[in-house]
C-alpha cells in the first residue's frame, strides 16, 4: 500500500516551510510565483491528492514589468542593445509581460514619468544605464520594486546589477604591467558614467600596488569620446607612454587608429588594451586585447533580482557585483626597449 503523500512530504522534498506549500497550494499570497509553480509541479510528480485539484486552480496573474533606458543608451546596440535583448528573452521564460520605454532628453529634463508607471500599469521596472540622477530619483519616489543595470549612484537606494569596473580595470593594467609597461597611459571620460570613474580607479590601483606613483601627464580622464578630441591628446602626450588603456572599446579603437596614422605599429611599438567587448575591439586592427562581459548574466541577475525585490519589498536594496575576464588579443605585447 502506498504511502498518502501530505503537504509536509513536499515541504521535505523542497526543503520549504510546510506553511509556504499550504500558501501556494491553495493560492494564497506570500510565496512568489516562480515558487508556486515548483511547488505544484512536485505535487503533481508525487501523486499529492489535493481536492481543488490543482491543475484548475486560478493561475496568478501574470507580473508586468517595464524597462527604461535614454535615447543614447537604446542606440549603443552592441552593449545596451544587446542586454535589452537578453533582458526580453529571459522575461519571456518567466511569463513576464515586458513593456519598454525610451527616455528623451526633455523626459529626463522635465522628470516625465513614463506612461506605464505614471498609470501604475508594472510591478516592477528596470533602469538600463545612466539617465540622471534627479530623474531615477523621481522614478524611485513612486515606490515600484525598481532594479539598475549597470549604474548607481549614492543617492540612489535601490538594487542595482553591476560590473566589477575597479578590478576589471585592475587586471587590464596588470596585464600591461605584466607585460613589462610602466608608463600607461589613461584615456576616457569619467564624468559621463560612475563606470568610468571606478575603471580609472582600478588603473590607479594597478600602478600603485607595483609601486609606480601615477603621472599626471599620462592621465587623461575628461576627454570626449571622439576622434578629433582623442588625437589632440595623443599629441600632447607624444611618445612617452608605451601602453593605452582605453576607459572602453571606442577610446582604444580612436588611439589605435590615430597611432596607426602616424605610423605606430601595434603592438611593436605601443600597446593597448580596451573594455567591454564591443564591436569596437572587433573592428580594430589588430583586434584589441579587452576585458569582457557576460552580458546575458547581466540581464538574468537583473530579472531574478527584480523578481526577488517584488517579492521582498522592505528588505534592504542590494549592489551586485559581477566579474569581467581578460580577453588578451593582438593588440597587447611585451614592451619594446627604447
Known amino acids: 500500500m502506498h504511502k498518502k503523500i501530505v503537504m509536509q512530504d513536499i515541504a521535505d522534498r523542497l526543503q520549504l516551510s510546510k506553511n509556504s506549500v499550504s500558501q501556494a497550494l491553495t493560492g494564497k499570497d506570500g ?10 509541479k512536485t505535487a503533481q510528480e508525487m501523486g499529492y491528492n489535493y481536492k481543488g485539484k490543482i491543475s484548475e486552480r486560478k493561475a ?39 513593456q519598454i520605454q525610451s527616455i528623451s532628453p526633455a523626459m529626463r529634463d522635465e522628470l516625465t514619468l513614463p506612461a506605464f508607471l505614471a498609470d ?31 549604474h548607481h549612484h549614492p543617492l540612489l537606494h535601490t538594487d542595482a546589477i553591476l560590473t566589477n569596473n575597479r578590478f576589471g580595470a585592475y587586471m587590464a593594467v596588470k596585464h600591461l604591467l605584466d607585460l613589462g609597461h610602466t608608463e600607461i597611459g589613461i584615456i576616457g571620460n569619467v564624468d559621463a558614467s ?9 588603473y590607479l590601483l594597478a600602478l600603485r600596488e607595483q609601486g609606480i606613483k601615477p603621472s599626471e601627464s599620462l592621465m587623461y580622464v575628461h576627454v570626449p569620446e571622439e576622434a578629433s578630441a582623442i ?4 599629441q600632447q602626450a607624444g611618445d612617452t607612454p608605451t601602453a593605452w588603456f582605453g576607459m572602453n572599446d571606442g577610446f582604444a579603437y580612436y588611439v589605435c587608429n590615430a597611432l596607426r ?23 580594430c586592427h ?10 546575458g548574466q547581466f540581464a538574468r541577475k537583473a530579472l531574478h533580482q527584480l523578481m526577488w525585490r517584488m517579492d521582498n519589498p522592505d528588505e534592504v536594496y542590494q549592489e551586485i557585483l559581477l566579474p569581467t575576464r581578460l580577453l588578451p588579443r593582438d593588440s597587447t605585447g611585451p614592451v619594446r626597449k627604447r
Open 231 to 234: 588625437q589632440h591628446v595623443l
Open 60 to 98: 496568478a496573474p501574470t507580473r508586468r514589468i517595464g524597462l527604461i533606458a535614454s535615447e543614447y543608451a537604446f542606440s549603443m546596440e552592441n552593449f545596451f542593445g544587446k542586454i535589452y535583448i537578453d533582458v526580453e528573452r529571459e522575461a519571456q521564460k518567466h511569463n513576464l509581460n515586458l
Open 286 to 295: 589588430p583586434k584589441l586585447t579587452t576585458m569582457e562581459i557576460d552580458i
Open 194 to 202: 560612475p563606470s568610468y570613474q571606478e575603471r580609472y580607479e582600478g
Open 120 to 150: 501604475n500599469e508594472v510591478d516592477g521596472l528596470l533602469v538600463l544605464s545612466h539617465i540622471s540622477t534627479p530623474y531615477i530619483e523621481r522614478i524611485l519616489s513612486e515606490r515600484v520594486p525598481t532594479v539598475l543595470i549597470d
Open 31 to 40: 510565496v512568489s510565483e516562480e515558487t508556486r509553480r515548483l511547488i505544484v
Open 261 to 283: 596614422t602616424t605610423g605606430k605599429s601595434i603592438p611593436e611599438d605601443i600597446s593597448i588594451c580596451g573594455f567591454d567587448h564591443t564591436h569596437f575591439s572587433d573592428m
